[in-house]
């Protein structure tokens, strides 16, 4: 059958389909237009930046560390730049142990190495780059570097380190920097809260992304407490890189700020002297300079090498400095505390004059002892010392004149006094981690015993305090400062051991020298002349316990033996060579120099070390000789700077600017019980800052032990 077609019909039907595919392709056309809108305008910004994040690499640019310097210069802490070997545990082929294995093949890898990336891996997130070798010398930088496509996850970076030229010389002092802990970082985010809360206050040093890239933070000492100060500004650079991350262009830069430098009070040489003085010795010393109260010598014997920290100190050195018997860790003038002994003598008498109790004249045939309440205190000579008076009593350190003062005068007036002193207070120096140490008195038992029997003050107690015993338990912080307060009329100084802060950029100083904190109430000069002339006398004249010493400087002195007991003996005599080591008396000294206008004052102590004048006498006076006398010989100085400046740098030197800075209350003397009003028993002092409990006190772990040995019936007292 024929089929005739349309014409009509057929282009109606082509008018259709072209109409249903312009409409299709101008939907099409239309969903393109609206997903360029979308994203090129009303979400230009969100994924212009998201191409800028992949284009672009904001590196920060971690600031030069402030560096350390004493009075005259010479450096404590600086910084230098070397190549490290990194591995980032989320981004290598295999496992670790594989990887470094294949490494060691290429630059020397030693087990302390891998001890310490053990170390520093359980501390870590796996996305961090840990250091596995550190101070790459050029060749093994090279060495590496060609065969580097063998190890993805592992690159040589620059770092800058830092290094202590003295090493353990006042290591206690400087401290030392290591990696930034889980705590470390909590500390930063408070401080940078605290810091967004305030904006009139507004520090940038404070903001936790100031910390980035930054891998060490300062850990003790003024490294710690001058972290702000010594860390900077942290910078950042734009960077244009490739899709494989190749660097092409830098785009921007805003340069980090260094951190300040610091001059410490410290005088070198004489921390030197000091250092060398206690070898062998576990000790502490503090001295001043009464007019100011700059810490000239800070010595904690023994002490460390912070250089050990910087990289990540490895298991064992750790563990053998945690567990050694002679705590080198331990801050010893600012966290242990000890009983003062009869340095605590001349202050007792001060505390006589000031509240009438005594006059300087007033003396007293000595009987040998003193008798309360049936129990006999004994004085270190047994048949007596003769006419005693104020000044004898200091001079031949005769313990009886302070027995009977100590009962007349009573605990709290006692207590009143002496913290005008500072002791059983924080001086406030600039360092954290400042002990309070005990300063006796019924509100304190109370606070610090919990049953009423415990809690009751005996009158017996007071006894034993005359003569620095007791309950009695001071830094040697606070005995220096004590001195120097004692050398400065009775002016209050507060010690510190930062003099000035220096801006790197503008050389700048800014003094950080604090005013006087006060002056001693109730005293006059005549009172303090009173003592200082038996100071004087202890030093000069043949009878005082220091003459031996002393007796031929050719400078004058003041000073006052001191011997701490550490236990308790009841019923025999004490002789210290048939007494463990750790047990016998600890050696005291205190004295401040040249009288007429003193320069130094200082407080020492060896523990264990047996009779003041004997074992810390001569510390004592080769700190003053050095200072008084060899200090100012020529060349002195410039000895003190050229041992500084041997310390080399190790490593290679990158060739690249702004480099990625990829812890005692001791126990007490208490006095047996022997009828009278003295407490029932011996028993063990609690630490006031620790909440109290029937199960009895226990003594903080970063101080050294010390039981005391009190002066009782038919026992040993003190020895001068």
């Given amino acids: 059958m024929t089929q005739f077609n349309n014409p009509r019909q057929a282009l109606a039907r082509f008018k259709l389909r072209v109409a249903a595919a312009g409409v299709f392709v101008l939907a099409c056309f239309a969903l393109i237009g609206c997903r360029f809108l979308y994203l090129q305008v009303w979400n230009y910004n969100k994924y212009s930046l998201q191409a800028d994040e992949n284009r672009i690499s904001v590196a920060p640019i971690v600031p030069n560390r402030g560096i350390i310097i004493d009075r005259n210069g010479v450096v404590l802490a600086k ?5 490290t070997l990194e591995i980032t545990p989320s981004k290598i082929d295999g496992t670790l142990d594989e990887v470094i294995e294949r490494l060691s093949d290429v630059v020397n890898i030693d087990a302390r ?3 310490r990336f053990k170390k520093l891996q359980e501390d870590s997130k796996n996305f961090e780059s840990l250091p596995i070798r550190t101070r790459l010398t050029d060749d093994e930088v090279a060495r590496f570097t060609a065969q580097r496509y063998r190890f993805p996850g592992v690159e040589v970076r620059a770092r800058l380190f830092r290094q202590y030229p003295l090493g353990t010389t006042a290591a206690h002092v400087i401290g030392y920097i290591g990696r930034i ?7 930063i985010d408070a401080a940078s809260e605290k810091n967004d809360s305030d904006p009139e206050h507004y520090d940038p040093r404070l903001d936790a992304n100031n910390y980035n890239g930054t891998d060490y933070i300062g850990k003790i000492g003024v490294e710690q407490s001058y972290e702000t100060e010594l860390h900077g500004v942290t910078g950042f650079e734009e960077v244009e890189v490739t899709a494989g991350g190749r660097p092409v262009r830098t785009l921007s830069r805003t340069q980090a700020k260094p951190g300040n430098n610091l001059r410490l009070s410290l005088d070198i040489g004489l921390q030197q002297s000091a250092e060398q003085a206690f070898a062998g010795k576990r000790g502490a010393l503090v001295a001043i300079e009464p007019a100011t109260g700059d810490v000239l010598a800070f010595v904690s014997s023994p002490s460390f090498d ?7 100190i490895d298991q064992p050195t750790w563990d053998e400095l945690n567990t050694s018997p002679d705590r080198p860790l331990l801050n010893r003038p600012l966290r242990g505390t000890y009983p003062p002994g009869s340095t605590y003598k001349p202050f007792m008498a001060l ?3 000031a509240t009438h109790k005594r006059t300087p004249n007033w003396g007293f045939q000595d009987p040998g002892s003193y008798t309360f309440g049936g129990h006999t205190f004994r004085n270190d000579v047994p048949q007596g010392q003769g006419w005693v008076d104020m000044y004898r009593s200091i001079v031949v350190s005769n313990d009886t004149y302070y027995y009977m003062l100590a009962h007349d005068l009573g605990v709290n007036t006692i207590a009143s006094f002496m913290k005008q002193w500072g002791f059983g207070q924080q001086s406030g120096i600039d360092v954290e981690g400042e002990a309070r140490g005990v300063l006796p008195s019924t509100d304190w038992k109370k606070r ?8 009751r003050w005996y009158e017996g107690e007071t006894i034993s305090l005359g003569i ?8 040697i912080l606070q005995l220096a400062h004590a001195v120097a307060t004692l050398a400065n009329n009775g002016v209050v100084m507060k010690p510190h051991l930062v003099k000035d802060v220096e801006n790197p950029i503008t050389r700048e100083f800014r003094l950080t020298v604090p005013k006087s904190s006060g002056r001693i109430q109730g005293i006059t000069q005549a009172d303090l002349d009173v003592v200082k002339h038996a100071m004087k006398s202890v030093m000069d004249s043949p009878s005082g316990t220091a003459y031996k010493i002393f007796g031929n400087a050719p400078y004058t002195s003041a000073g006052k033996t001191g011997t ?13 060579h048939a007494v463990a080591e750790h047990l016998r008396d600890h050696a005291l000294f205190i004295a401040f120099a040249p009288v007429e206008r003193p320069q130094i004052a200082l407080a020492l102590i060896v523990e264990n070390g047996g009779w003041g004048a004997r074992a810390a006498g001569p510390i004592a006076r080769k700190v003053l000789d050095y200072y008084l006398i060899d200090r100012v010989k020529p060349g002195a100085e410039a000895t003190a700077v050229a041992m500084a400046a041997s310390a080399t740098d190790l490593g290679g030197t990158p060739a690249i600017g702004g480099a990625q800075t990829p812890i005692q209350v001791a126990l007490p003397a208490s006095v047996a019980s022997s009828g009278g009003d003295m407490p029932p028993a011996q028993q063990p002092i609690p630490d006031p800052y620790e909440p109290p409990s029937d199960q009895g006190p226990r003594a903080p772990t970063d101080t050294p032990a010390t039981l005391n040995r009190s002066g009782g019936a038919h026992g040993a007292t003190p020895a001068h």
């Avoid at 802990?181 to 500390?187: A, F, G, H, K, L």
């Avoid at 912070?306 to 990540?312: Q, R, S, T």
């Avoid at 620095?468 to 830094?475: A, D, I, K, V």
Wanted: hydrophobic share 25%; aromatic share 14%.
């Fill in 351 to 353: 505390a006589a004059l």
């Fill in 306 to 312: 912070p250089n050990l920290f910087v990289d990540g």
């Fill in 468 to 475: 620095g015993q007791g309950y009695n338990s001071y830094t």
């Fill in 448 to 455: 610090a015993y919990r049953k009423p029997e415990q809690q």
């Fill in 564 to 576: 701490a007991q550490v236990f308790s003996l009841q019923g025999q005599k004490y002789r210290a």
């Fill in 181 to 187: 802990s889980q705590r470390d970082q909590e500390r």
């Fill in 113 to 115: 190495d891998r001890r």
């Fill in 79 to 83: 910084n230098y730049s070397a190549y």
